[in-house]
């Protein structure tokens, strides 16, 4: 090998990976397929790089120097946001290639230092593709539980513990196998015990924005979305071990799928909507990220967007034909058609069938069918989601839905044995929960300024409050005994 190969060895390595990275994923950051800003930066590499041991010496210092400020700044705001791809990542392991090969002493420039420095660059570069969010993920995995989950409460009562997010406000509880998952606006979810309110876990993405969190219907999973408040049109959704923290996969979405109510897990499959004009619905396992199933709306029909509604065993999609409209639930496993509400109608100017889902926890929905038949009327009723059995035919869709208890703000929540409300005022710290099991009222501190949502899980161990707050306002999660 000649000397001069030699020494430009980590400069090669490093105009290499800057030369491949605009072909890998950008991420959330950077969606667009040709990424005209990437290349343009991954050329100038390239320049830069074959003038390394160009005479007199202050032409390559100057040019990498120029490079240097220009790619590092780059990449810097990049993974600032904390959901960027590969691409980024490999970018700036290239950069660093260019550094030690234009700056590097003369003796790691010689053989056999140069090319050892050139193969670590490549090793850098095969790590930054396959392991890209080792520079931007903050993971804590905690131990597995090995006692089994304290009950949840029917009611809260009691105060038996409370916890402050460290940095920033609370914007989501979801409920966990053994306690409660807690995500915070700075891209930070921590798993805590129902028991006591300790840590086991944290997950964090510093730079990104929470978004959708939900736990599937055994807490075994969670799903998080998160985005760049720069860039909205995608979102990344990471799936959680509800007990370790441990990630499981994750994959970019688009932002309008996230928002509108399709990370919806099941018990073993996440299924969501991910065809536009074909009307597919892909089941992905929970475990592995692995595409379970794909079910396509019947030939001459279509599966229009309607709200998604929690359901367990099954997966709930809309069916428009010309004369007809029908729910259908599909089994979360098989992606097979378990059952399906089918309504005559005259013309396919009916629309999509509307869900109501009074039982967050999954159990029944709440279905509403706008027919255009003569009478005109909507036919609607109370479903078991996992058989389909109607178990209640509304003859007045507006007049059956049920009442609430409370006389102000109301949120309806999954309790341990079904579906109860949360009633509170937006400026009191009192939160009066009702369940079949009866009604009981607690304090849950709060903010002064807390101005966001009251948010309640039934969780194993505790009966868990808190409410959402922004400017880096924090207010205490409380978890209450039965």
Not at 22 to 44: C, H, N, T
Not at 75 to 101: E, F, H, I, K
């Amino acid at each position: 090998m000649r000397p001069t190969t030699v020494q430009r060895s980590p400069a090669l390595a490093g105009v290499l990976c800057a030369l491949v990275a605009p072909f890998l994923s950008g991420g959330v950051s950077r969606p667009d397929e040709l990424d005209l800003p990437v290349i343009g930066l991954a050329l100038a590499v390239l320049v830069a790089g074959a003038l390394v041991r160009v005479r007199p010496r202050a032409v390559p210092v100057v040019v990498t120097l120029l490079v240097v400020g220009g790619v590092g700044a780059f990449v810097a705001y990049d993974l600032s946001s904390g959901v960027s791809g590969p691409r980024t990542v490999l970018l700036g392991v290239g950069l660093v290639g260019l550094l030690v090969g234009t700056f590097a002493p003369a003796r790691i420039s010689e053989w056999p230092a140069g090319v050892a420095a050139g193969v670590v660059v490549l090793a850098l570069g095969v790590l930054a593709v396959t392991e890209p969010n080792l520079v931007q993920v903050r993971s804590d995995v905690g131990a597995p539980y090995t006692e089994p989950a304290e009950p949840t409460p029917d009611l809260p009562k009691n105060v038996k513990w409370t916890w402050t997010p460290p940095d920033d406000g609370v914007a989501e509880i979801v409920p966990t196998a053994h306690g409660v998952a807690v995500a915070t606006w700075d891209g930070a979810v921590v798993g805590l015990d129902g028991k006591n309110g300790t840590q086991r876990w944290r997950y964090a993405r510093p730079g990104a924005s929470v978004g959708v969190v939900k736990s599937s219907p055994d807490g075994r999973v969670v799903l998080v979305s998160f985005g760049w408040r720069h860039d909205t049109r995608m979102k990344l959704v990471v799936a959680l071990d509800g007990d370790t923290g441990r990630p499981r996969f994750e994959k970019i979405i688009r932002d309008t799928l996230a928002d509108s109510g399709e990370i919806e897990p099941g018990f073993t499959t996440w299924a969501f909507r991910e065809g536009r004009e074909d009307y597919t619905f892909v089941g992905y396992d929970l475990e592995t990220g692995d595409e379970r199933w794909r079910w396509h709306a019947p030939e001459g029909c279509e599966s229009p967007y309607t709200l998604r509604a929690p359901a367990r065993e099954v997966v709930l999609v809309p069916i428009v034909c010309d004369d007809r409209t029908a729910l259908a639930g599909l089994d979360e496993k098989t992606g097979r058609e378990r059952w399906r509400h089918e309504v005559a109608s005259g013309s396919k100017n009916h629309g999509s069938p509307i869900l109501v889902s009074d039982r967050v926890d999954g159990r029944t929905v709440r279905l509403h069918f706008q027919v255009d038949n003569p009478a005109g009327k909507v036919t609607s009723g109370e479903f078991d989601t996992a058989t389909g059995r109607l178990l209640h035919a509304d003859t007045d869709a507006e007049s059956d839905r049920p009442t609430s208890a409370c006389p102000q703000s109301r949120l309806v929540i999954a309790t341990a044995t079904g579906t109860g409300e949360a009633c509170y005022e937006d400026v009191s710290p009192a939160v009066t929960i009702v369940s079949d099991k009866g009604k009981a009222t607690v304090e849950a501190p709060r903010t002064q300024s807390a101005k966001g949502d009251l948010l309640v899980a039934a969780a194993p161990g505790a009966f868990v409050i808190t409410h959402q707050d922004y400017e880096d306002n924090r207010s205490p999660v409380t978890g209450f005994g039965g």
